[in-house]
Nanobody, 123 residues
Framework: QVQLVESGGGLVQPGGSLRLSCAAAVLTLDTYAIGWFRQAPGKEREGVSCISSSAGSTYYADSVKGRFTISREYAKNTVYLRMNSLKPEDTAVYYC????????????????WGQGTQVTVSS
């Protein structure tokens, strides 16, 4: 069974940084595009970032552009989301998801989702 495990969330002050990780068990991520999503209480889930299977293309939501960086490390079968200059409005549960459609944005649905990691930005 495919498992995606997110880690790296936590409590951080405004202006601080976190790096989220998304690691896969059973499955090799090389041919998958990876997306990061977030959902704040009372709000709909939103796409934050995406990276293609080749890492040749990336996508960022306008709200995080210039502050977040997505990357992938094939040898560790892991994708990262570096989050800088965090704001209280970045507070949410962050999820990673993978899609066999290797482009970013993908042409099909995301197939597997992680359980999420909480990010709280507060002073």
């Amino acid at each position: 069974q495919v498992q995606l495990v997110e880690s790296g969330g936590g409590l951080v002050q405004p202006g601080g940084s976190l790096r989220l990780s998304c690691a896969a068990a059973v499955l090799t991520l090389d041919t998958y595009a990876i997306g990061w999503f977030r959902q704040a209480p009372g709000k709909e889930r939103e796409g934050v970032s995406c990276i293609s299977s080749s890492a040749g293309s990336t996508y960022y939501a306008d709200s995080v552009k210039g502050r977040f960086t997505i990357s992938r490390e094939y040898a560790k079968n892991t994708v990262y989301l570096r989050m800088n200059s965090l704001k209280p409005e970045d507070t949410a549960v962050y999820y990673c998801a993978i899609t066999k459609w290797g482009t970013c944005p993908p042409r099909g649905p995301f197939d597997y989702w992680g359980q999420g990691t909480q990010v709280t930005v507060s002073s």
